[in-house]
């Protein structure tokens, strides 16, 4: 299985090298729907990516789709004011949850939390933080909840159209040599890719970046330091497809990230401390390594709040 990360294309095009470098024979299958309206306008992608596209058009699919089957439509309406108002009350108790793991953290740092050792110091830290882990696990359970409710109110297997896109769209990834998903809106990409019920098989290469890279990973995190609000606590947003296991993708992360501020960033790392933290900044290229593991070079988020490079490849240590 070969899957290949890449920064932003936006200031930096690495991706026709990147597909170069994989010396795919064929067909490559495009996947843009995060572009949503623009989804359409292809040409600059395919002149990068060589000419020999086939674009699967998801999001104009979805809107046939909500177009010509009024019960999806008016079921897929309601998920997303449910969904809404889900976030809001994640979001609520996220903001709560975050400031009182900052101030323990400012409360060990200054040295009050040393009155029983370091051990009490970083054990209260790690408690605060396990309650926003908590706060995550029970907004992706509510989220599971409404998917399920969704297909109870309008059985995608059900649907004519649906099964119609899914039945072409396979054909299309099967005659495909290769896979790009590119940037956009994250949601968007992944409420479609869902619908469509798009699976990748293993021995199809992949290459994917901003959004796209964030979809190909377990769970999809949300975050922007610079936000028009300011800071906004990074969200775990929804599953992702699962090819890429064990990170946590942060693609534009000098740009959205505060990097500077390390016990921030420091909070962001161990908070997914099963999973690295992965910095895919412009002119970043990622190879996965046969077994999934990142390679040699991959910049991660370390639970110390600074940025390093792992110094062996897999899922090796940190130099």
């Known amino acids: 299985?070969?899957?290949?990360?890449?920064?932003?294309?936006?200031?930096?095009?690495?991706?026709g090298t990147a597909l170069r470098s994989l010396g795919v024979d064929g067909p490559v299958a495009t996947i843009n729907a995060g572009w949503e309206e623009r989804e359409d306008v292809v040409d600059e992608l395919d002149t990068v990516l060589g000419g020999d596209t086939?674009?699967?058009?998801?999001?104009?699919?979805?809107?046939?789709?909500?177009t010509k089957d009024e019960a999806f439509g008016s079921a897929a309406l309601a998920f997303r004011d449910r969904h809404d108002a889900l976030l809001s009350l994640y979001r609520l108790r996220l903001q709560n949850a975050m400031d009182g793991v900052y101030a323990v953290q400012r409360r060990t740092r200054e040295g009050e939390g040393r009155v029983r050792?370091?051990?009490?110091a970083h054990a209260a830290l790690d408690d605060s933080i396990?309650?926003?882990?908590?706060?995550?696990?029970?907004?992706?359970?509510?989220?599971?909840?409404?998917?399920?409710?969704?297909?109870g109110a309008a059985p995608i297997d059900s649907s004519g159209v649906i099964g119609w896109h899914r039945?072409?769209?396979?054909?299309?990834l099967g005659q495909s040599a290769a896979v790009v998903l590119t940037g956009g809106?994250?949601?968007?990409?992944?409420?479609?890719?869902?619908l469509f019920a798009i699976t990748i098989p293993d021995d199809v290469p992949v290459i994917a970046w901003s959004a796209g890279a964030m979809a190909l990973t377990e769970?999809?995190?949300l975050f922007h330091d610079h936000g028009p609000e300011g800071n906004t606590e990074a969200e775990v947003f929804d599953r992702g497809l699962g090819r890429v296991q064990g990170i946590v993708a942060l693609p534009h992360a000098r740009r959205r990230l505060r990097l500077d501020d390390r016990d921030r960033c420091a909070v962001m790392a161990r908070r997914f401390t099963d999973q690295h933290c992965v910095l895919l900044d412009?002119?970043?290229?990622?190879?996965?390594?046969?077994?999934?593991?990142?390679?040699?070079?991959?910049?991660?988020?370390?639970?110390?709040?600074?940025?390093?490079e792992l110094g062996t490849n897999g899922r090796g240590g940190v130099s």
């Open 130 to 151: 396990e309650v926003v882990r908590h706060i995550d696990q029970w907004y992706a359970a509510q989220l599971k909840g409404l998917y399920a409710d969704l297909e």
């Open 282 to 308: 412009d002119g970043t290229a990622l190879e996965l390594t046969a077994d999934g593991g990142l390679p040699r070079g991959a910049r991660i988020l370390g639970i110390d709040g600074a940025v390093h």
């Open 117 to 120: 050792g370091e051990a009490t």
């Open 54 to 66: 086939r674009h699967l058009r998801l999001y104009h699919r979805s809107l046939d789709v909500i």
């Open 1 to 15: 299985m070969r899957t290949v990360l890449l920064g932003p294309q936006r200031f930096m095009t690495t991706a």
């Open 167 to 172: 039945g072409e769209l396979a054909d299309l």
């Open 219 to 221: 769970r999809v995190v």
């Open 185 to 194: 809106h994250v949601g968007t990409l992944l409420r479609t890719l869902r």
